[in-house]
């Protein structure tokens, strides 16, 4: 099955970078040593690259699209984005960036519930990666698929099927 890696939409970012999610004003700062994992473009900032921390609701603008009620699955978190205006991602696939670092795939369902989730251990590949998204989006009830830092728990971007399901 095809699917879709998906960063943060550049209108979201901006609707952001005014009032988080949480209603609050983002906290702007220069990542003085870089490496501030950026859900714009799913890359790292450089060193110096002005950026800001704010909280972010993944599920809620899905939601809304497709009527989705997740309930108490409507969680939100602290992220990092570019500051300013981003390109987005510059590539297709599973982001470098990401590559090789613990993450936590989480399923969930079309009406927003968590239907289970599989853990990339550090030292995984792009095609382990790749695997363990196609397994999850055999099953039909899966909508959508979050990917988070296991060490965290914090949402890094989105997986979606090519075709969305009903």
Do not use: N
Not at 43 to 59: C, D, N
């Amino acid at each position: 099955m095809e699917f879709e890696i998906r960063a943060i939409d550049p209108t979201v970012v901006k609707e952001l970078l005014d009032t988080d999610d949480a209603g609050r004003e983002p906290r702007f700062m220069i990542d003085e040593s870089g490496g501030s994992p950026l859900r714009c473009c799913l890359a790292k900032a450089a060193p110096g690259e002005r950026i800001a921390l704010l909280s972010y609701a993944p599920l809620r603008r899905w939601a809304a699209e497709t009527g989705a009620d997740p309930g108490p699955y409507d969680e939100q978190g602290p992220i990092f984005v570019h500051a300013g205006t981003c390109p987005g991602p510059q590539t297709s696939g599973w982001p470098a960036a990401h590559a090789g670092s613990s993450r936590v795939l989480r399923a969930y369902g079309t009406a927003g519930a968590i239907l289970g989730g599989t853990l990339l251990p550090a030292g995984h590949d792009p095609a382990e990666a790749t695997q363990a998204i196609h397994t999850m989006l055999a099953d039909p009830q899966v909508a959508l698929i979050h990917v988070r830092a296991l060490e965290y728990g914090c949402f890094q971007f989105e997986i979606r099927p090519a075709e969305p399901r009903a």
